[in-house]
């Protein structure tokens, strides 16, 4: 059987537009974010799709014109969304560390909320405001103390996490935030970790901020909206289905008697899926101990498996056995440059090989590391195809060096 991406086949796409190469199901993108519009239809929120997760102009567009937000968390981003065509009413600020330059980017372009994770940024925001002769929206990160059961690296919410401001200090930070002359305080919002697979964790924090949007409100600091961020997993092994109509429903309980607007930030679950990343094998190396299929895309295309432990399933478009034990890795100079480890696999020469669930945190973190150009990506859409970033070239690399000695 082919191996295909919508109707077109992943060895054509590879022979066309060369390995490594990212490709992307348009269709996949779409039923993804409607399938969160119709979940959670009840409660409409503002879906803001999480741009780091992936930030190719085209994605960032497609999702766009389907009515989507954005979660930002630089200038960069936000200049990303701005040029994809996305509304600048929908972006959401977050990040612990935004610069004064940024906080002025984003206040001239109006965006929807500056998601704010400490005091001093409060005051930072506030003196460039009034500065621009503006008003800020603001939300204030809390950081509800739930465990999001989740790999250490991926979870945010805890006391020891550096993001966001402890349940314990909340209140007085409201109370600061509303003082403050050119801030207008209109949300509250947390996100607690990524890659969820049970997600009662955030039903709790969800119930934790409403304690204090009550608080808040009988010292009359009555919010907009409550943010909980992103989160939700998606299956890459052998995980269970994350419950996306039992956080739906869970939250319709909390929120349907309140008028409080609902504001979600997926990233992985929107675009997770949607992705494979395809590599060619250069060898096939008997170790002494171990076999290596050695393959042309590295960690600097994928550093998932290296970073957080994580696991893509591999799949030969060729049909090959028997399966043996190997590691699949890449040519980069570095023991941790991996993409599976201890996986039975056939394969030789020359194959394809499919490694799926990259269509998130892949493209958007790889690297240059060992000057190697980065990936080329391409949209399917049923038979179409569009190269939406173009391979790097050697010459891209060293573009902003100067030899000078
Ligand atoms: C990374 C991030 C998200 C998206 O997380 P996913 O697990 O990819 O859904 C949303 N909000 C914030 C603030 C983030 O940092």
Redesign the pocket.
Known sequence: MTKMCEQISFEDLAQQFGTPLYVYSQNELSTAFSRYQQTFSALKPLI?Y?V??NSNLSILRHFAQLGSGF?T?SGGEIARVLAAGGAADKIIY??VGKSVAEIEYALTVGIKCF?VESLPELDRINEVAQRLNKVAPISL?INPDVDAKTHPY?S?GLKANK?GIAMSDAERAFVYAHSLPALKVIGI?C?I????IDLSPLIEACERLLILVDKLAQQNIVLQHIDL?????IVYHEEQTPDLHFYADELTKLLQQRSLNLII??????V?QAGTLLTRVEYVKQGEEKNFVIVDAAMNDLIRPTLYEAYHHIENTVFRQPEILVDVVGPICETGDFLAQNRMLAAEQGDLLLVHGAG??AASMASNYNSRCRAAEILVNGKEVKLIREREKIDDLFANERALL
């Open positions: 803001c999480a780091k997760a979660d968390v977050s990040g998601n990160r991926i945010t993001f919002d996100h970790g990524s890659q969820l961020g992103g989160g939700v997993g930030e997926p990233g992985r679950s929107l997770g998130a945190y």
